[in-house]
């Protein structure tokens, strides 16, 4: 099935860093969503973006929607253990169904 | 209020059986969609429901079918169950069908032998 280009694939970074990853496709979308995933759970939620060019912040993580349509990206600040985890992108291209096509993942290591 | 529920959440099949899968969405949500993840990788789109209705497919063999209930709780089955079936299977709901949030339950893992 058709899936994003998210990269990087893996991240291992210390306490305190900061954290950037992002997503490509080849196709125009008119929503991005970012989620969390953990072990043995489903995805969370974390931002939604709905316009080219929008930024938008929850708690540390800040994500952007952006201006070509056809990326996005999301930065943690200052990292602590609990945001270990796979982080995944997702857009949504319009049209009759609402349906969404996931990256990869991003899988975050957070040394203490 | 609860977040959306799927049961079982764990099963193990065979090769060859059947398999139904429950999801109750957010009270208030009337979409409901099914998504396959195996490991490694990202949610694959199989179903979305609005409203009872089919509103999308994805790319997926014909004995995987599901349905909407009048109280927009929903169920994904597969037939002929094969060991590539073996997946976590994440049921999301959201208020409407084509746009907004989709909000993931923690999923049933099928396990094929």
């Known amino acids: 099935g058709q899936q994003l280009n998210q990269s990087p694939q893996s991240m291992f970074i210390q306490e305190g860093e900061d954290v950037s990853m992002n997503c490509t496709s080849s196709?125009?979308?008119?929503?991005w969503l970012w989620y969390k995933q953990e072990p043995g759970e489903g995805p969370v939620l974390l931002i939604a973006?709905?316009?080219?060019?929008e930024l938008t912040s929850n708690g540390r993580l800040t994500a952007q929607f952006g201006i070509t349509r056809k990326d996005s990206f999301l930065n943690i600040s200052a990292s602590i253990p609990s945001d270990v985890g796979i982080y995944f992108c997702a857009g949504r291209n319009g049209g009759s169904q609402g349906n969404l096509i996931f990256g990869k993942g991003t899988k975050l290591s957070v040394k203490p | 209020d609860a977040g959306v529920t799927q049961s079982p959440t764990h099963l193990i099949k065979t090769r060859g059986q059947h398999v139904t899968l429950r999801c109750s969405p957010i009270?208030?949500?009337?979409?409901v969609s099914w998504y396959q993840q195996v490991l490694g990788q990202g949610p694959q789109f199989i179903f979305q429901y609005y409203e009872k209705e089919e509103r999308g497919r994805g790319n997926f063999p014909d004995r995987f079918s599901a349905r909407q209930f009048p109280n927009y709780s929903s169920e994904l089955n597969v037939n002929a169950l094969l060991l590539g079936d073996s997946a976590l299977y994440l049921c999301a709901s959201s208020l409407h069908g084509e746009t907004g949030e989709l909000f993931f339950g923690e999923g049933s893992r099928l396990t094929v032998l």
């Open positions: 009270s208030g949500h009337k979409s």
């Open positions: 973006l709905y316009k080219a060019g």
């Open positions: 196709s125009i979308f008119n929503t």
